[in-house]
């Protein structure tokens, strides 16, 4: 049963990950050949520009993983407060894990990353291996700080006898809390964001529009030494731009 749960969780996973890596690619290749005609209207930029994809597939795996690390860390706050509300029930500790299993899988259902966990940890438990650790090792692959926070002060409290169930509701408020602050701060930013997407594609749409209204007014900067160097320092100062505006709008809680 273990080595089919497991097998399951592991064909999941790949799944998501071909799915991930297949939106990359796509991504990749449109930007590319996107730049090459606009900036310099010939197939060969496209091949130069490739070796590109594994610094574009780096940053955008990481921007994947953060969205992930996000929704982990909310979905993270709701069950433990399952924990909690087991705990109140009289189950112990290990057990109000278990539980919360079963609370998870009905409220997020089977494929979601914290219901996936969360079946690892009932099958760990089953097997008598400690919570403390358990939960270490969790936070450990989830890189996910508030799991982190929450493993360190529950392996303390174990230790020391401390009472859980107040730990618990305790670190739950303090994850709602720095979620409330991230949604605020999404909020005030969003019209930036978007102001930045829509800045991110108008030199773009200014090369396609003056093609268009104005046919042969760019060629100048086309198939010549001298035009190649202009649109290549364009698209380095534009790269610059883009690299400087994401950095801007990514704020770290």
């Keep these: 049963m273990k080595k089919r749960m497991n097998s399951h969780t592991r064909k999941s996973s790949g799944k998501a990950d071909y799915k991930e890596q297949i939106t990359i690619l ?13 900036f310099y209207r010939s197939i060969i930029p496209f091949f130069l520009i490739l070796p590109a994809y594994i610094q574009y597939r780096k940053m955008r795996k990481e921007d994947f993983a953060e969205k992930r690390r996000r929704e982990l860390s909310g979905q993270f ?11 109140n029930a009289g189950y112990s500790v290990e057990n109000a894990f278990i539980e919360a ?15 996936k966990e969360y079946r690892r940890i009932a099958e760990r438990l089953k097997n008598n291996e400690a919570i403390e650790m358990i939960l270490s090792d969790f936070a450990a692959r989830s890189r996910v700080e508030d799991i ?21 509701k305790r670190a739950a408020g303090n994850i709602g809390d720095k979620i409330d ?19 991110d594609i108008v030199p773009f ?8 209204v104005s046919p042969g007014f760019l060629d100048v900067l086309y198939h010549n030494v001298k035009g190649i160097a202009i ?10 731009g883009f690299y400087l505006s994401e950095k801007i709008v990514k704020i770290k809680i």
């Design 101 to 115: 299993y079963g609370d998870m899988k009905q409220m997020y259902g089977e494929e979601m990353l914290i219901v």
């Design 205 to 212: 749409g200014i090369i396609a529009y003056l093609t268009i």
């Design 231 to 240: 649109m290549t320092a364009c698209l380095l100062i534009y790269l610059a």
């Design 77 to 87: 706050r709701e069950s433990i407060l399952a924990v909690s509300t087991a705990l």
């Design 148 to 168: 982190r926070d929450f493993a360190d002060v529950f392996s303390t409290a174990k230790r020391s006898g401390g009472d859980m169930n107040k730990i618990i």
């Design 26 to 38: 796509a991504e990749f290749l449109a930007i590319d050949a996107l730049i090459s005609f606009i």
């Design 181 to 199: 602050v991230k949604r605020e701060i999404d909020t005030m930013i969003s019209s930036k964001r978007y102001e930045q997407r829509i800045m």
